[in-house]
C-alpha cells in the first residue's frame, strides 16, 4: 500500500488554541501540546467567517484574493510519520475533530447547513500511482457528494467560483518550499458575515467592530505568523474602536494568551506599519 509524507496548513486557532481537543491533536501528530515547528506558506487568506463560539470574525481562503495576489500567511504543519492511505484518512479526521469535537466528519455540520469543510491540498508532483489511489480513497471517504451547490456554501456568494474542486482538493500553486512533502490537510469553514449575510465580505471597519471586545483571536494569530492582506488596516481601525491598553484588557478579560495580551500595542503597531 503506498504512504504519503503529509501534514496540516492551519490558518487559525488550531496552531495555538489550548481546548484539550487541539492540545491532544497536536501532542499526537507534532509532538508538543503547543506550538509546533511550522513553515510559513503565503495563501489568500481574509476574515470572513464570523464565528458564533468565538464571537468575532475568523479566516478563511478567498478566490478572489487568490485572482487579486492578496496573500497573508498561514502555516504548514508536518507529520511525524508518513501514513498508508488508512491512517492517512483517520489523520484527517483528527484534524476535523480539532476543528470542531462534535464530530470526525469531512463535511462538518448538518446536512443542509454544513459549516466546514476538509481539504486536501495535492503536490502536483506526486507520482499518479499515489494521487489515483488517493483521490479515491479521499472522495469515497466525504459523507456526500461535493456538489455545485454545497461546494458554493464554501464561497462568498459575490466570489464567481471557489478554491476547492469536486474531489475536495485545494486549486492553489503548490509553494516551492514543501517540494519533499505529498500533501496537506486544511479546513475551509463556511464564509458568513456577523450580520448573517454572505453577499460581500466584511471591510476592516467592520472586522475591528466586531473583533474589538473579544480580539484574541486576531491578537493570537498575528503573534504566531499567521495573517491576512488587510491585518495592518484591522489594526488601525481597532485602535479606533479602543486604546490599546483596553484592547489589552478585553484579550485578558477573554482569555488570551498572557505572553499575547501583554504585547497588544506591539501587536498592533507592527501590523499598522505594513499597511
Given at each position: 500500500m503506498p504512504t504519503y509524507r503529509a501534514g496540516a496548513l492551519v490558518i487559525g486557532s488550531l496552531y495555538w488554541d489550548t481546548v484539550p481537543e487541539r492540545q491532544e491533536w497536536r501532542k499526537k501528530y507534532f509532538d508538543t501540546a503547543d506550538h509546533p515547528e511550522a513553515l510559513p506558506v503565503p495563501l489568500p487568506l481574509r476574515y470572513g467567517m464570523y464565528s458564533r463560539k468565538r464571537q468575532c470574525p475568523t479566516m478563511v481562503l478567498s478566490q478572489d484574493w487568490a485572482q487579486a495576489g492578496r496573500l497573508g500567511q498561514a502555516l504548514a504543519l508536518p507529520f511525524q510519520e508518513t501514513y498508508e492511505l488508512p491512517a492517512l484518512l483517520a489523520a484527517a479526521r483528527d484534524q476535523s475533530y480539532a476543528e470542531g469535537p462534535a464530530d470526525r466528519r469531512l463535511i462538518k455540520g448538518n446536512s443542509t447547513d454544513p459549516w466546514c469543510l476538509l481539504v486536501a491540498w495535492l503536490n502536483p508532483q506526486l507520482d499518479d500511482h499515489r494521487r489515483e489511489a488517493f483521490l479515491q480513497a479521499w472522495t469515497t471517504a466525504y459523507?456526500?457528494?461535493?456538489?455545485?451547490?454545497?461546494?458554493?456554501?464554501?464561497?462568498?456568494?459575490?466570489?464567481?467560483?471557489?478554491?476547492?474542486?469536486?474531489?475536495g482538493c485545494l486549486q492553489y500553486p503548490w509553494p516551492e518550499q514543501l517540494s519533499d512533502w505529498d500533501l496537506l490537510f486544511l479546513t475551509q469553514t463556511r464564509p458568513i458575515r456577523g450580520n448573517g449575510q454572505r453577499n460581500a465580505y466584511?471591510?476592516?471597519?467592520?472586522?475591528?467592530?466586531?473583533?474589538?471586545?473579544?480580539?484574541?483571536?486576531?491578537?493570537?494569530?498575528?503573534?504566531?505568523?499567521?495573517?491576512?492582506?488587510?491585518?495592518?488596516?484591522?489594526?488601525?481601525?481597532?485602535?479606533?474602536?479602543?486604546?490599546?491598553?483596553?484592547?489589552?484588557?478585553?484579550?485578558?478579560?477573554e482569555g488570551c494568551l498572557a505572553q499575547v495580551s501583554a504585547q497588544t500595542p506591539q501587536i498592533l503597531r507592527e501590523a499598522m506599519r505594513h499597511q
Open positions: 459523507e456526500a457528494p461535493l456538489s455545485p451547490a454545497l461546494l458554493a456554501r464554501f464561497r462568498m456568494e459575490n466570489e464567481p467560483e471557489g478554491l476547492i474542486d469536486a474531489q466584511p471591510d476592516p471597519a467592520e472586522i475591528a467592530r466586531e473583533s474589538a471586545p473579544r480580539p484574541s483571536y486576531f491578537l493570537c494569530n498575528r503573534f504566531f505568523g499567521l495573517h491576512t492582506a488587510q491585518d495592518g488596516k484591522i489594526a488601525s481601525q481597532l485602535q479606533h474602536q479602543a486604546p490599546a491598553e483596553t484592547i489589552a484588557q478585553n484579550a485578558r478579560w
